[in-house]
């Protein structure tokens, strides 16, 4: 059952609209056009300090290889566990003979030829030097560039490449060094094959149709995989997999495409047709590209959300196919995708690719009563199978602790009311949790204890702006009615990398830990004369989620320091607009009469971008300490004036968005769920309702949102997990 390609012509122009749309002059924002998208370089990222070991520590083993410029692919012969630790860097150049000039292991600059090209890994340019650690078939190319250093989150052999086309070659040659060192941490996730999984049974089977249909109610593709794992476990097996969320249609598609620029993504999210189980259509489209026509040739599937559970954890039933060309739709005669018959090869291969990100804990095979073994689907393509569904069940990905959340928010807003004024009910603001109910109780508070002190860490253009701080009337509430030592640390617009310096600098230096001792575990004897050694609860919003996180990575000292780290609206997987962001910089300075910034705005918003995040995210795949994520989400009604463009343009990606980023984005992998707020990016933060300036006000026109109320209950709950003993980060055995 395939997409219907009845636009595919004007998809395919895509990037040539782009092309034009790029070429085109600016103009301003008006509220029934988005802005113009202009195709940024690649982001130069300072390089990570990665910590491979502690100091002192020797590597398992090294080797140096040659790479010449007519190779694709070579195997070195090094096996990798998981978690281990591999430093890889590369020195020398290579010469296409269509380029102008010489390139390193970092690659040409990107062109609109790529697309044509179809490149091993789509985030680089031609010329780079890549990676990958796995099968060949399944597992996915990583940058390397110059230097890569990466914690294995599988297992498998190690390849080097050059990112280009098979006897795509050039002049030159690379030496490549690998180092391998031991893991000094707790093993990630081991997949153990089980015969069977709790509560995976013919009684739940008869509760599952077998097949998916059209709008029509003709049978479909046949159901051949479950995943038991909450949603946000679902979408990060899935994303770290290598597989993209799919547009909804062909208007989502080619905004996207525009979005982007120069993107093979743009072509792997070429819509699905809509189909049905459960009687509603998919909540999920997924594809994963071969490197050939992604046009023509790409794995992808549908998933829903099933309507019951599985002993309590969350069921995700789907149906995986592989297009392999073209064929005629026997319903209308038009175009569609023919699937390959043997649709078990496709069960198998999205096995492989989802057990070997580390997040799978469980597979199993089941073979329903009266299975499936042959039928066609509503186009006419047959299928064969030999009835076995695949059953993942996911490991650990945080807990989810909104329900305990929204009763402390509620308890906060309502008995306290730090905020001042009346407010609604706890839903206007947060939505309600699984379990809640409108009877919930709330109840007074004791004194919050003062073991800990608090640290703000704001995002960008927070240097920008003198006339609000995020969460100001937080801080000042805490420190007067709760006596609480709380901290601000104003950001340059600079990397996250950069940023994450300052950070770290920042805690050694209130924590009196002396910097000539070594890195590594911090010891009593590492601190100084510091007269408050309480740890600190650091709160971080938008970009200041992802400049605490590379603090925590690449400084153990500063990482001894934190006790909890929560994110509001945090930048941690980056934004799909990145790119967009200098422009609606552009017009936010000017609406909100922004003064001078200090720092690189390019490097702050090159650290935004998702291929940057996400890659430091797989480098870094578990919190190192105890972390909690509140999203939020806006719409029509709670988006103000001057962020709808940006809500617009998002919303092509998922309606959960507050303007700057998509909910997903906002979530610490690994890490705690605390819940989804009511508001836009700046509203959870920042206080314009009550700045003299109307004509900032007009804009910031839903403003009006309990951020007091906001700051307290997360620093009253964190406090009370960690007192608890509860709160951990994940571990995976």
């Not at 910590?51 to 040659?66: T, W």
């Not at 149906?319 to 090869?345: C, M, S, W, Y």
């Amino acid at each position: 059952m395939r997409r219907d390609f009845s636009s595919l012509a004007v998809f395919l122009a895509v990037p040539f609209i782009a092309s034009l749309l790029i070429a085109a002059p600016s103009r301003q924002f008006v509220r029934n056009e988005p802005a113009p998208i202009t195709q940024q370089p690649m982001a130069k990222e300072t390089p990570t300090p990665f910590k491979v070991a502690p100091a002192g520590a020797q590597p398992r083993l090294s080797q140096e290889m040659q790479l010449t410029g007519d190779q694709t692919w070579l195997d070195t012969g090094i096996d990798i566990n998981v978690g281990e630790h591999v430093l890889i860097t590369a020195k020398g150049k290579l010469r296409y003979v269509d380029a102008q000039n010489d390139n390193g292991p970092e690659g040409l600059p990107r062109g609109f030829k790529d697309l044509l090209r179809i490149l091993p890994f789509n985030g680089a340019g031609r010329g780079a030097v890549i990676g990958r650690i796995g099968d060949k078939d399944t597992s996915q190319s990583f940058l390397i560039g110059t230097k890569r250093e990466i914690v294995s989150t599988t297992s498998g052999r190690l390849s080097i490449g050059i990112n280009q086309v098979d006897n795509g070659g050039a002049d030159g040659t690379y030496t490549v060094r690998m180092e391998v060192y031991a893991s000094d941490r707790v093993a990630l996730l081991t997949v153990r094959q089980a015969n069977s999984i709790s509560g995976i049974d013919n009684s739940l089977f008869k509760k599952i149709p077998r097949r998916i249909t059209d709008k029509d109610h003709n049978l479909g593709d046949m159901v051949n995989f479950v995943i038991l794992g909450s949603e946000i476990a679902m979408q990060r097996v899935f994303t770290n997999a290598g597989w993209v969320k799919v547009d909804t249609d062909v208007k989502d598609t080619i905004l996207h495409g525009l979005i982007n620029g120069i993107s093979k993504e743009s072509y792997l999210t070429m819509p699905m047709s809509q189909l049905y189980l459960f009687d509603r259509v998919q909540d999920y489209g997924w594809a994963h590209a071969e490197p050939i026509s992604v046009v023509a040739s790409r794995h992808h599937l549908r998933i829903w959300k099933a309507p019951f559970t599985v002993n309590g954890e969350t069921l995700w039933v789907g149906a995986a196919t592989h297009d392999i060309g073209f064929e005629r739709d026997q319903r209308n005669n038009g175009v569609t995708h023919k699937i390959d018959p043997d649709i078990d090869l496709e069960r198998n291969y999205l096995e492989k690719t989802l057990s070997g990100t580390g997040l799978v804990s469980e597979v199993a095979r089941f073979l329903p009563a009266n299975p499936m073994t042959e039928a066609r689907t509503a186009t006419g393509g047959s299928f064969h199978s030999n009835g076995q569904v695949l059953v993942l069940k996911l490991g650990a990905s945080g807990t989810d602790l909104s329900a305990t959340f929204y009763q402390t928010f509620c308890s906060v807003l309502h008995m306290e009311n730090p905020d001042g004024g009346k407010w609604g009910a706890c839903s206007d603001y947060l939505q309600t949790a699984p379990g809640v109910t409108s009877a919930t109780s709330q109840h007074e508070f004791l004194e919050i204890p003062k073991d800990y002190r608090v640290l703000i860490i704001p995002g960008v253009l927070s240097s920008c702006q003198s006339n609000t701080q995020a969460f100001a009337q937080g801080m000042a509430h805490l420190r007067e009615k709760h006596g609480m030592t709380v901290e601000f640390l104003q950001m340059p617009n600079a990397s996250a990398t950069d940023n994450g310096q300052k950070i770290a600098s920042y805690l050694r230096e209130a924590m009196g830990i002396d910097p000539s001792k070594p890195a590594g575990k911090v010891e009593s004897s590492q601190f100084t004369t510091a007269k408050d050694t309480r740890k600190y609860i650091i709160v971080a919003y938008s970009k200041g989620a992802p400049d605490v996180l590379e603090a925590l990575a690449n400084d153990p000292q500063a990482q001894s320091a934190v006790a909890a780290f929560v994110t509001i609206a945090g930048a941690v997987g980056g934004s799909p607009i990145a790119s967009a962001l200098p422009a609606l910089f552009q017009r936010y300075s000017a609406a909100l009469k922004l003064g001078g910034c200090e720092g690189d705005m390019a490097q702050a918003f090159a650290s935004l971008r998702q291929d940057v995040r996400k890659r430091f995210l797989a480098d870094h795949p578990d919190p190192l300490v105890p972390s909690f994520s509140l999203a939020a989400v806006s719409d029509t009604s709670t988006t103000s004036k001057m962020l709808f463009e940006a809500w617009r343009l998002l919303t092509v990606y998922d309606s959960r968005t507050d303007s700057q980023l998509i909910q997903g984005d906002t979530l610490i992998p690994g890490g705690n769920f605390l819940g989804v707020l009511r508001a836009d990016h700046l509203a959870v933060a920042l206080n314009y309702e009550s700045l003299s300036d109307l004509q900032v006000r007009s804009v910031m026109d839903h403003n009006h949102y309990p951020r007091t109320a906001l700051f307290e209950s997360v620093v009253r709950f964190v406090i009370s997990e960690l007192a608890s003993g509860a709160t951990h980060t994940t571990e995976k055995h």
